[in-house]
Every structure is written in C-alpha cells, then in structure tokens.
C-alpha cells in the first residue's frame, strides 16, 4: 500500500489475504473528553452538546464544535425529546367498585352548538352504581374552578362520593380540582390517556345523550339548551328504562339499593333529599 499507493482493499486481493484479518479497530479518538462529557451529562441530562461544550472549555478542554458534536452523538447522549405534557396521576389506591349509590361517580365533558354555530360545553356527572344522571352543566366555557362548585353542590345534595373517576382533561387536573379534592378527602382516579374504556360507564352515558337529544334537536339559545337539558335529564332518569338495571330507571334503582342496603357512607336517605325537579331546575343552570 506504501509503494505502490493502491487501497488496503485492493492490496488485499492481490496477496490473497482476507481483509478482516488485516483490519484493526482503531481505538476512540479523545477518550478523557469523552468520559468528561459522560459524566456531565450523567448530572445534567437535559443538557444538550453546546451547553456541555461550554462545561468543557471551563476545564480547560477546547474542541471544535463538528468534532465535539460528532462524540456527543457517538457517545449516544442525545436528549430524548418529552412527548406530551406531565400529567395528574390521581389516587394511587385501587378504584372502588360501584356496589352501591356514592361508591364512584364520573365526569366528562361533551361538546355542541347553538344559534350561529355557537360552541358550547356540558359538564355530566353520573353514579356509576344506578346510572343516575346526577348534573348537567351546560355553559360556554367551564373552568376548573367551575367544575370545583358544581361538585360541591352536588356533595350538598347526594352526599360526599367514595371516589371521583375522569379523563386527564385541563379542567380535571387544573389547580382548582386538585385543591378541592385535597379538602374534601375524596380520592380522584385519572384514566390513562387514550383509554375512554376506563371510563365506561361515562362513555356510554355520552352516547345516549348525543343519540337521543343532542344529535335530535336544534338549540336556539344557551337558555334553550338548558331547558331541553333539564327535560331530558329528568326523563333519563325517572322515566327512561334501562337494560343494565333490570329495565328500571336509575331512581327505582337508587331506592332498591337504598332500601337493601341502607344509605351509602355520607349520603342522604331518599326521604330527606331535596324535590327532585327542584334539584334539575338548579343544576341545569
């Protein structure tokens, strides 16, 4: 290869001899820049080549950016880009079962339009045990404080629930949330993200409710959706039979558990809840 200036390949075929057999890993160029970049990185790892770079040059090591760049990617220390923000992980308790009214409810939230295509938002809240329908918030923007009151007087009505299920939604995992369920005690399950499953019972309420009313009718006014809100809620829930409970209505299944089993922890007995179209006239509000 020296005198005749021919490749190592080249000279390889011509004496016959595998090039494996003549090659040699070359060992890394710059190992003590090397381990130090390892190890800064090792303590700061959302430190990119340039930061580390100026970590070096204050040790004394100078090397020109390419080169530098070229041992940070060998080294295999690129910063691995964070999908998605941080997210609420809730209780970390197992979720209870619903074996009986307050057991667990669930939230979510659903999405239309009135007038000129004006978006606006509903809040629902069921008792995942009798089904029971127990808010509908509809308003143009619900925050998470909002939320926070609609839940306190919901606690007011039917009691303090044994667990709270939802998705990871900006309203459910906002300050406001998460200060009220510190002061309340009650233990809030976050779903995984894109795992409505987990949520079933809610997903499936959804369903009826677009089905059956907001895919059927035409809202005038924010007013106007309340109202037939309001409507069908209460025919929801003390009229509309269902499969799941024997083809009874949430409130005669609320009753039967009640009776068998007496009031869940912290609810009120049937007797001493407010008028039920009252309770629909104020939360449809």
């Not at 308003?139 to 998705?167: F, H, M, N, Q």
């Amino acid at each position: 290869m020296r005198d005749h200036d021919i490749s190592q390949r080249r000279a390889c075929q011509l004496v016959g001899v595998d090039p494996k057999t003549v090659r040699r890993t070359r060992p890394p160029d710059c190992p003590e820049i090397r381990e130090e970049m390892k190890e800064i990185a090792g303590k700061r790892r959302r430190f990119g080549y340039r930061r580390i770079g100026i970590l070096l040059e204050r040790k004394g090591m100078l090397m020109n950016h390419k080169k530098l760049y070229r041992l940070y990617r060998e080294e295999g220390l690129s910063v691995k880009r964070r999908r998605g923000r941080k997210r609420a992980r809730g209780s970390r308790t197992p979720m209870p079962k619903a074996a009986h009214p307050n057991a667990r409810w669930s939230l979510d939230f659903l999405a239309d339009s009135f007038g000129a295509s004006r978006k606006f938002r509903i809040l629902a809240v069921i008792d995942d045990c009798c089904r029971e329908n127990l808010c509908l918030t509809a308003d143009t923007s619900i925050s998470g404080a909002r939320v926070a009151r609609e839940l306190d007087a919901l606690v007011r009505i039917y009691g303090k629930p044994a667990c709270i299920v939802s998705d990871n939604g900006t309203e459910f995992t906002s300050r406001a949330i998460l200060k009220w369920a510190d002061k309340t005690g009650v233990p809030w399950h976050y779903i995984d993200p894109g795992k409505p499953q987990q949520n079933a019972f809610i997903e499936s309420f959804n369903g009826s409710l677009r089905d059956e009313l907001l895919n059927e009718e035409i809202f005038d006014t924010l007013d106007d959706a309340r109202r037939k809100l309001a409507l069908w809620r209460y025919d929801y829930n003390a009229v509309r039979p269902h499969s799941s409970l024997g083809n009874q209505t949430p409130l005669e299944a609320r009753r039967t558990l009640e009776q068998f089993e007496g009031s869940a922890p912290g609810a009120l007995a049937q007797k001493d809840r407010p008028d039920y179209q009252s309770q629909t006239r104020r939360l449809s509000l």
